[in-house]
């Protein structure tokens, strides 16, 4: 066989693509006839034709090529977040997973054998958090029929490039008659706790409200360091550890959101996702606010607020509209009764913020001046609602849609579409209620970052967020300078990835080769997205980096342009004309709340 050319530049391709085709097909074949990945020696004759060589066994294990996106996750963890941060959600999801396995009935020693996966569902990349796709795909395999599962989980999560490194398990007959009563009996279940959602979601909101309204009467300033750890550990037994209902209604909501888009695929629906947008923006044939969701309600309630400033307090306005540090002493002495009713925003919605779940934000609890800077957006009077029609006009579609249809499909559609709102709606509100969860354990943490720094282990107490959860236990336990020096090291490391250009939305380990290409501009210069609320805006664009740093005015009028966005994000959104956000998803908690 006479050798192959090689350029003298060594940039000639070698291969064609049909050789390079063939030799991955053969490689795959020797991989499964031979029982694992094989180091092959091959040659190409001078008609192209390939011949195989010499196979034998890898001497060295082929990393696992794991793939870490963010395009959930980041509407909770925007952007660099802090140690303690990292390390409490964490674990929180790792907590809240084992929960969700045991409610399906799996073996103890299942969830035992899954401990690898359940502590590393999160990873941290240059300080920002994403999710290790890869073990949210190991945990789906428990799940019956892993494919629809993995797409619906996809659909939800926003996750635009499906990940194929993990595949269902090849079984034989015999393997899935033997599986069969076991995931016939885990599907039951699931199905069981989803019947069971309504009251179980009420007996959750009890329990919680009763916690939190304890939890806050406590006086955290004067608690020791050991008080506080137990007032965590408290938080952790009566709430963290009992967070099954939220994370069922979670997978229903993965579910119903997969069946509703089948359905509505299966009787003509061009694009179910906008068809949903629209669907879900309301009850049809009432009013947009007949039953606003719970995650609504602290923007109603603001809203409120504007109201009752602009009407019974007008001499306020000038000092409302240009908040200062000074502004809440001095409400509270010129309009005491308004004042009151502040407090009892913030005592109910304080912690509703941008980025409410990294524990570094501060909230309106730590600083109230916050809550004046969101209310300048409600002092005008609010437009006249336009959504009102958006769900009527979508059930006129669809019941023009089912009208040709049998009885039996137009039921199992309108079933998955009131399962989806049913279940969209005890998400927003458990989602608020994971919000005030996040700010308990904020304000435990604040308090013991005054306690380690009145010892001298840090030298403020905000530095406490710059350690991990297991390091303030122990700084507790063992006061001393190096704490105050691991504070500063971490510091400084994170304000380096703040410094540098932010990561991809999904990084690759190990990474890919790239291929730099410039985007070719489309041939009518128009860019498109996934729409989320029909219509057509126009205005002048303001690209948003920092929504704590944007000031109401300037949004106002405007098409807001930004990278991300949660729920907290809410005081802009009044005031602008449209919301552009690169990543996310049509059922992003934002996007919710903005249409």
């Not at 279940?189 to 406590?218: D, S, T």
């Not at 037994?237 to 099954?244: G, I, N």
């Not at 409410?356 to 934000?361: G, S």
């Amino acid at each position: 066989m006479a050798p192959i050319g090689v350029e003298p530049d060594g940039t000639a391709v070698l291969l064609s693509p049909s050789a390079l085709a063939e030799l991955y097909h053969l490689g795959q074949y020797l991989e499964a006839a031979l029982g694992g990945p094989q180091d092959v020696e091959f040659a190409q004759d001078q008609a192209g034709h390939l011949w195989l060589v010499q196979a034998r066994p890898l001497t060295q294990p082929v990393p696992e090529v794991v793939v870490y996106d963010n395009a959930n996750i980041q509407e909770s963890y925007c952007g660099v977040t802090t140690p303690l941060t990292f390390s409490f959600a964490q674990r929180a999801y790792a907590t809240v997973y084992r929960q969700t396995m045991r409610t399906l009935g799996l073996p103890a020693a299942t969830v035992a054998a899954h401990e690898p996966v359940i502590t590393n569902l999160l990873a941290l990349q240059q300080g920002r958090i994403y999710y290790n796709l890869n073990n949210w795909y190991r945990g789906l395999l428990l799940l019956p029929n892993f494919r629809q599962s993995k797409a619906d989980m996809e659909r939800m999560m926003g996750v635009l490039e499906p990940v194929d490194f993990v595949r269902d398990q090849h079984k034989t007959l015999s393997q899935q008659l033997a599986m069969l009563p076991r995931l016939a009996l885990n599907l039951g279940r699931l199905l069981g706790e989803f019947a069971r959602l309504p009251q179980r979601v009420k007996g959750f909101q009890a329990r919680f409200e009763a916690e939190y309204q304890r939890f806050y009467q406590l006086p955290l300033a004067d608690l020791s360091a050991a008080a506080l750890l137990r007032e965590i550990e408290h938080l952790d037994a009566a709430l963290l550890t009992r967070w099954t209902t939220p994370i069922v209604n979670d997978f229903r909501v993965m579910m119903a959101n997969g069946a509703a888009t089948r359905r509505l695929t299966q009787i003509g629906v061009a694009d179910a996702d906008e068809f949903l947008s629209r669907y879900l923006a309301g009850r049809p044939g009432a009013p947009a606010e007949a039953a606003p969701l719970a995650s609504l309600l602290p923007a109603l309630a603001l809203r409120e607020l504007g109201r009752v400033a602009r009407q019974d307090f007008p001499a306020l306005l000038p000092l409302l509209h240009a908040p200062g540090p000074a502004l809440p002493a001095q409400v509270a002495r010129l309009a005491p009764a308004f004042h009151r009713q502040v407090q009892h925003y913030i005592a109910r919605y304080g912690d509703r913020t941008m980025g409410e779940l990294k524990l570094e934000t501060e909230t309106m609890r730590t600083n109230e001046t916050l809550f004046y800077s969101y209310l300048e957006a409600y002092l005008a009077p609010p437009p006249a609602a336009a959504t009102a029609s958006l769900p009527t006009q979508a059930a006129a579609e669809l019941a023009g849609l089912l009208d040709p249809k049998s009885w039996l499909l137009a039921r199992q559609v309108r079933g998955s579409l009131a399962a989806l709102r049913a279940a969209v709606a005890r998400r927003e509100a458990l989602r608020l209620e994971r919000t005030r969860l996040f700010g308990m354990y904020r304000a435990a943490y604040r308090a013991l970052g005054q306690r380690l720094a009145a010892a001298g282990s840090l030298a403020t107490p905000l530095d406490v967020f710059w350690l991990t959860e297991t390091e303030i236990r122990a700084a507790a336990h063992a006061s001393g300078p190096q704490w105050a020096a691991l504070a500063a090291t971490r510091q400084a490391e994170f304000g380096a990835y703040r410094a540098a250009p932010a990561p991809a939305g999904r990084l690759v380990v190990p990474s890919r080769p790239v291929v730099v290409a410039g985007a070719a501009p489309p041939a009518d210069g128009c860019l498109r997205g996934t729409g989320c609320y029909p219509g057509e805006v126009r205005g002048e664009v303001v690209v948003i980096t920092d929504p704590a740093q944007a000031a109401i005015g300037a949004v106002r009028g405007r098409i807001v342009a930004a990278l991300r966005t949660d729920p907290g994000w809410a005081a802009l959104f009044p005031g602008c004309r449209a919301v552009l956000i690169e990543r996310g998803s049509a059922l992003s908690h934002s996007v919710i709340l903005l249409r």
